[in-house]
């Protein structure tokens, strides 16, 4: 009888269940042992670590590490696509892993539900071969870089915000690449970062850079192909336009990285309102004399003028009676100062107070700075002029619970 000679450690079950790749040139079997005995971490279970998650568990890698500290809602299901509605009200973690297990059952699976901080970052991420940055907030991923540079880990990062993403890897030691910091050395004002969560995204451009991630991380770990170190793909999901561009080189005055760094021991913490992936940050630009709480505003006996800064669709969901619609960027950006003061003056004049209104109570902030100086000539305008507080989420939550949450 002749018998077989197996050169490889690969199991006859894991033959089969990965053949389609075993059988790609670029791939091979040493290609899946090397995967197999790889481990990866995807901090941020949403979006994007949801398709990274569930592609990273089928592909057969050995061990996958889980990070997060929210728990599945229902706004989630549309691009969060490793949760159901099962899962509901469970971790994110939690439910990520039943999903993942009931993928493959022989993947090790290590859950962290808990917030990143520099005080427990480094301990987590020195466990790994790669790390998938899938958060939703520009500031984590200072701390989430630096972790990597001092751990010497590869990383993999994606941001998506309406139709749009971006996709690179940071310190792929390899090719000598550049850091997050390298490009981006100090984190933007909080005012000035947006999310997904703040103005919306498409469910498949989640799961496009999603994808993207898992791949890059897999050509990493079973070192094939060409990995995008050095450049970063954009991705244009409403032209369906994919280009790549170059990036500059790792410098030598980056703080993490560079030849005299300055963050030596641990990473730099982030500001102490970091906010998490699904619950935006709640920014406090004003004065607490310049706020008004939805309950204080309810039970207001003056006469009140409400003016809605939101996007036109946005008031398609719902709105104030006889509001007046004054669109940021008409706002900021239109330059047609004295047509507004004209169309604002009379409803100023004749009302005790004018509330500016938005989703969450953080672009009124910024429009009521705005009108301040637009109005400054009006009587009584600092005094007249308020923000409500948290918007038409705390309208929806202390006030009027069939106002649609959004």
Partial sequence: MTKHIRNHSL????VQRYSRQLILSEFGVHAQERLKDSSALIIGCGGLGSPAALYLASSGLGRLGLVDHDNVDISNLHRQIIHRETTIGKTKVESAQITCSQINSSLKIDTYNQ??????????????DVILDCTDNVITRYLINDACVLCQKPLVSASVIRLEGQLSVWNYIEKHGPCYRCLYPQAPPEETV??????GVLGPVCGTLGSLQALEAIKIVTKIGDVLSNRMLLVDGLSMN????????????????????????????PPMNQCSNDQPCRKNLLNRNERITA???S??????FIIDVRPEHELNIAQFDNSFHLPMDRLLYKNDDEQLRNELRTNIENNQQIIIVCRRGNDSQLAVRRLKELLSD?????????????????????????????
């Fill in 295 to 297: 309950n204080d505003l």
């Fill in 115 to 128: 917030l990143l901080t520099y005080e427990n970052i480094m301990p987590i991420v020195k466990q790994y």
């Fill in 194 to 199: 947006s999310t997904c969560s703040d103005v």
């Fill in 242 to 269: 994919f280009r790549t561009i170059k990036l500059r080189n790792r410098q030598t005055t980056c703080a993490v990285c560079g030849t005299n760094p300055t963050i030596i021991n641990q990473p730099s913490p």
């Fill in 11 to 14: 199991s006859n079950d894991e």
């Fill in 378 to 406: 009006f009587d009584n305008i600092d005094e007249k002029i308020k923000d409500l507080e948290g918007g038409f989420q705390a309208w929806h939550t202390d006030v009027d619970s069939t106002f649609p949450l959004y």
């Fill in 299 to 304: 039970k207001s006996n003056l006469s009140s």
